[in-house]
């Protein structure tokens, strides 16, 4: 079942986020800590917050740094209230653009995106303006080495997902939202910890970008959203041809 990914180009890319690294773990660690506030330190009785764990450690994050996440949230260390927002707006090739964040202070955080979007050939619309182009889904992804195609599909499927695709370098799952949970744990009794697992948008219509000018102002965009402390994800419908996106990786 081996196809082309719908996520290839819609994730900040690994060698980018590996530049950034204390910047990741910081906002895995506010992740942890959020999760343990809303539902507790146990993360057999917290989904969210083993989503949580199970992400940072696919980021590799050390222990102790989750260990000091999980007891900042538990004992109230953190008396910052943070609350979920999701920003909606147009990049550069007019290709939607979704941002999760968590933040303390929309005062500041709505500004913040709002000239990084202006500032950079987008803009920013308003809640709705673009995720009913995007369907919302649950993501697991593994590694290619942990099984063939064939294999992985017929997992996913008894599993109770609803799609598999497999490519060159990772098996990528996708259920109902509300099935994320129960299919991770079906899969992981026969496959082990995924490399993420996670709520996810998949993009109904992808954008095409075949300028490279253009994927380059793109590319630029979504990191300087990243580097905002209170952005968690960069959904994008942007799909950029391969050749081009080897001329910006190769330019890195």
């Not at 008894?158 to 129960?182: F, K, Q, R, Y």
């Amino acid at each position: 079942m081996a196809g082309h990914s719908q996520f290839k180009n819609i994730m900040y890319r690994k060698g980018a986020q590996d530049k950034m690294r204390a910047k990741v773990f910081s906002k895995l660690a506010r992740e942890i800590t959020v999760a343990v506030k809303a539902g507790g330190a146990d993360p057999s009785s917290n989904p969210r917050l083993r989503l949580a764990i199970q992400n940072a450690r696919s980021e590799n994050m050390p222990k102790d740094n989750i260990e000091r996440a999980i007891a900042k949230g538990s004992q109230g260390a953190d008396t910052s209230n943070y609350e979920e927002v999701r920003y909606e707006g147009f990049g550069p090739g007019k290709v939607s653009v979704i941002v999760e964040a968590l933040t303390d202070n929309r005062a500041r955080t709505a500004p913040s995106l709002r000239a990084a979007f202006s500032k950079n050939g987008g803009a920013l619309g308003e809640t709705g303006s673009v995720t009913f182009n995007f369907e919302r889904i649950g993501y697991i992804e593994y590694p290619v080495n942990v099984g063939t195609p064939d294999a992985i599909f017929e997992a996913g499927l008894e599993a109770g997902a609803d799609d598999v695709v497999s490519t060159d370098e990772t098996h990528e799952i996708t259920c109902s939202p509300d099935d994320l949970s129960a299919v991770r744990e079906a899969l992981e009794s026969q496959l082990g910890t995924p490399n993420a697992a996670r709520l996810d948008w998949k993009p109904l219509v992808q954008k095409e970008i075949t300028d490279l000018e253009t994927a380059q102002k793109l590319m630029k965009f979504i990191n300087i959203l990243n580097e905002d402390d209170d952005v968690q994800r960069v959904i994008t419908n942007a799909d950029i041809a391969e050749d081009i996106m080897a001329q910006i990786e190769g330019a890195e």
